[in-house]
């Protein structure tokens, strides 16, 4: 597709709910990256895969969190048993390592835990 | 470690007053890449610039322009003539390319153009 596509777009769990976070990257991407972005803070980075390997995990906060990218492409970030502390925007990137404008980002996930 | 710092906060300027965005980095690695990006109250976030660390030259775009300096690690970024669209988060990022391709980001300064 054109740019990098996140759904949903504004997810409302109740605490102790998995969600899951869908990414789709540009096509032909290798490499897709995960941030958290909390209110009126910068982007923290949660994981990165290049291909369908995951290559660094060391920003995902606890292991309730857990991604995937099974053939490639497609990414998704699941949360186990969300807390309040989880709320955030969660930010999907892509690259391929030759493109002159790095990383394209998604629209986001913004994730409420009531 | 690598690391990006944005010490302005928040910062409010009047319509067609010049403002500077500061950034300072640390890495331990002699190639890397700075980026800035804008995030307007919409949330996306922009490609402003990517500058590769051999690369020291100024530049220019239109009203925006970006100072790199190696020897003070600095990659500041200057609005002239700033306009009310101009509103938004400014983040600085880094990334270390000889170890992987993720970004790191600063905190953001909030630029606020009054009217």
């Known amino acids: 597709g054109a740019g990098v596509s996140q759904s949903p777009r504004y997810k409302v769990a109740k605490r102790g709910q998995d969600v899951a976070l869908r990414c789709d990257p540009i096509s032909g991407h290798v490499s897709l990256f995960w941030y958290q972005q909390a209110l009126g803070q910068g982007p923290e980075f949660l994981t990165y895969?290049?291909?369908?390997?995951?290559?660094?995990k060391s920003g995902l906060p606890s292991d309730r969190f857990f991604a995937e990218r099974p053939e490639g492409s497609v990414s998704t970030l699941k949360i186990q048993r969300t807390q309040q502390e989880d709320s955030a925007v969660y930010l999907c990137?892509?690259?391929?390592?030759?493109?002159?404008?790095?990383?394209?980002f998604g629209s986001g996930t913004r994730l409420t835990v009531v | 470690a690598q690391k990006v710092t944005q010490a302005q906060t928040e910062i409010s300027v009047v319509e067609k007053e010049d403002v500077t965005l500061d950034c300072v980095y640390e890495?331990?690695?002699?190639?890397?890449?700075l980026f800035w990006y804008k995030q307007p109250p919409s949330g996306e976030l922009v490609f402003l610039i990517r500058?590769?660390?051999?690369?020291?030259q100024n530049e220019i775009s239109g009203r925006y322009s970006w100072n790199f300096q190696k020897s003070t690690s600095s990659f500041n970024f200057t609005i002239t003539a700033s306009q009310v669209v101009d509103s938004a988060v400014y983040f600085c990022a880094l990334s270390e390319a000889e170890r992987d391709d993720k970004i790191i980001f600063g905190k953001g300064t909030r630029l606020h153009i009054l009217p």
């Open positions: 500058r590769n660390s051999f690369d020291e």
């Open positions: 890495t331990r690695d002699t190639t890397y890449y």
């Open positions: 895969f290049q291909n369908e390997a995951q290559l660094d």
């Open positions: 990137a892509s690259t391929d390592r030759s493109s002159f404008y790095g990383y394209t």
